[in-house]
């Protein structure tokens, strides 16, 4: 399949999803009635937005040329992409857990790792002084708040 | 206007404010280096940063940052000819030549006294035409927003480039829906929520912009295996020449510099035209007025070809606060960025924001001014080393911004839903961009969608429900037709391009 087809299917899918989720948009007694109500500007979108895709799709369909999704995800890094990925998703459920120094030391460092460095002198030495020195900016100078964590907490201290 | 100018110098030029313009200016400058992070990504990353400050040094702040990304583009266009943004695409054509015959320096020295008097000139445009539209503004009715914000809307995707209109159209179609994620204002209902109390606010604007510039293309990066440090370090290793350049060629340039920097401004103040459009078209404009020996330097390091698009590029960046601090409607993906962070600081853009907050108003003005000298006069000589910081490797570089961009948005909510959302939408914006579609259109849907849809109500509540209201008043008919016309250029453009291009189009 063309690259050109396959991305205006895919929104196109998404349109009708937010169309069906905006058909259940609560509404009060006798507002249905109203000129503009909470639903009037999602429905038009979704009119606009399937109207849009299928002249995407029928303009791929009728050119059929351009690169195949093959050709698109080809000699693409998904595996350090995904690492990456995976990696602020895990810094997002472990930053209240383990606290923002902590969290954001093993993040970079781990995000350093999966890009090519290896020694592990290097690997700490550009993480641990540049989030300490964050911290210090946050919470001693500018006096923003930063997780400190549970650790300690489970340690009974 | 001239105590608004005195006031606004008299905010501008305290001490701390002169160094958040420096610190702005070589973050800005260092950021926008990084190809594929522009303007829009370094403000973005800027904006958690500057809560805790007093609006008139956050903004001030924020000039230094839109200057100075917009010079580090350029920067990367001429020393790796990897253009940081589309608006100095143009800047490589002459620029990377130059730099490869070992004038790296000229070529950038041309670039900032280019882009320093682009964006003078605008200045000075601004301050005439800002507050006269701001006057005529305030007689404008809901209707006439609505009208004027889907023309914003239609026009960013009308000067995309050939064949990617209807996708930047569809891309404003989701950045409009995304906006309706939360509470409906008028009726307290919740819409696409989920239930979840995190989204009842709606989506963070701060959060949407860093995701799907700032992560999504650090992202890119990696998954196209870009790497900027050795392009960087094979760029800077020669050295980059002298900065200076003679009388003949200051004499060569300054035509030029005038024609683009009028061209430049009235390109930017049209909504959803922007530096991109400006600079293309002062590229080209000027190698029609030049002689036909010069014309064949352009392409091959000529002077007039790289500071033409430089110029007319700085002077659309100025002109595209026209229509943000007048009408409150950004023009452009910056700009909608730079309503965010004005709105997050709790300054209003409009035509009140003249008359009701004068200090604001002009120190926004001044400060862009200021951020264009100081980019003059400090941040030129320190190029070849802000350069080198480039060749940083991407291993350290690329986990750095991934962090800086989620810290920034979770300091703002502290929230780790926010984080987990910015992840969700960071993919999805790789997804797009691999299709081709383009982020810029969706961002500018997603900061006008509330406004446009408050119009709306208004409008229709007014007209008792009825769509006259787009006809029947003479100034909304106006704005309604232009955006007709605006959707019809490029079909018209497809029409004529096949003759075009068969006569030889080229550059």
Known sequence: ?157 | MFEGIASGLATALTPLNLLMVFVGCFAGTFIGMLPGLGPISAIALMIPITYGFDPASALILMAGVYYGAIFGGSTSSILINAPGVAGTVATSFDGYPLAQKGQAGKALAIAAYSSFSGGTIAAVFLLVAAPALARVALSFQSSDYFALMVLGLTAVSAFASRGEVAKALLMTVVGLMLSTVGTDLSAGVQRFTFGRIDLIDGISFLLLAMATFALSEALMNVLKRDDVGEKAQAATRGGMGSLKLSSKEVGEIVPTIGRSSVLGFIIGVLPGAGATIASFLAYGMERAVSSEKRQKEFGKGSLRGLAAPETANNAACTGSFVPLLTLGIPGSGTTAVMLGALLSYGVQPGPRLYTEQPAVFWSVIVSMYLGNIILLILNLPLIPYIARLLSVPKPFLIPMILFFSLIGVYLVSFNTFDIQLMVVFAVAAIVLRLFGFPMAPMILGFILGKPMEDNLRRALTISDGSFSFLWERPLTLVIMVATVLVLATPLIRGILRPRVSAAGEGG
């Open chain 1, 1 to 157: 399949m063309r690259r050109d087809t396959l991305g205006p299917l895919l929104v196109l899918v998404f349109c009708f999803g937010y169309g069906a989720f905006a058909l259940q948009i609560g509404m009060f007694p006798g507002q249905e009635n109203e000129a503009f109500t909470p639903r009037t500007l999602p429905l038009g979108l979704t009119a606009l937005g399937i109207l849009f895709s299928l002249i995407l799709i029928v303009q791929s369909l009728r050119a059929d040329d351009g690169p195949t999704v093959g050709e698109m995800v080809r000699g693409l890094d998904w595996g350090r992409t995904a690492a990456l990925v995976v990696l602020m998703a895990l810094y997002g459920l472990l930053i209240s857990p383990l606290g923002f120094l902590l969290a954001t030391i093993l993040f970079l460092i781990a995000g350093f790792f999966v890009l090519g460095e290896r020694r592990p002198m290097v690997l700490l030495l550009a993480a641990i002084p540049l989030v300490v020195a964050f911290w210090a900016l946050m919470t001693r100078i500018l006096g923003i708040y930063l997780e400190p964590g549970r650790l300690p907490e489970l340690f009974g201290v």
